[in-house]
Nanobody
Framework: QVQLVESGGGLVQPGGSLRLSCAAS????????MSWYRQAPGKERELVAA????????NYADSVKGRFTISRDNAKNTVLLQMNSLNPEDTAVYYC?????????????WGQGTQVTVSS
């Protein structure tokens, strides 16, 4: 049974930092591309950052480049999102995503989300 459990969200003041963590189980983590998405009220879910199975060349949304860092620990089945210099526009529910292939079939799983609120 695939599980993605996010943690680390909360309320932070503008300019502050948070680190989100996603603990994965039920699949071969080292063979999955991992991503963080977010969805703000009234908006579509958007890709924030993605990291390949090797951890090299992560991709970021333009709005978070230079502020957010995605990383993964294949030994701990964990993907992290370090968020610095947060601003109110970063307020959203943040979701962890895992994508992998088993044979010719592609699998895509989501966590339950963690709320990040940036406000003074």
């Amino acid at each position: 049974q695939v599980q993605l459990v996010e943690s680390g969200g909360g309320l932070v003041q503008p300019g502050g930092s948070l680190r989100l963590s996603c603990a994965a189980s039920g699949f071969t983590f080292s063979r999955a591309g991992m991503s963080w998405y977010r969805q703000a009220p009234g908006k579509e879910r958007e890709l924030v950052a993605a990291i390949s199975i090797t951890g090299g060349s992560p991709n970021y949304a333009d709005s978070v480049k230079g502020r957010f860092t995605i990383s993964r620990d294949n030994a701990k089945n964990t993907v992290l999102l370090q968020m610095n210099s947060l601003n109110p526009e970063d307020t959203a529910v943040y979701y962890c995503n895992a994508t992998f292939w088993v044979g010719a079939r592609k699998y895509n799983y989501w966590g339950q989300g963690t709320q990040v609120t940036v406000s003074s």
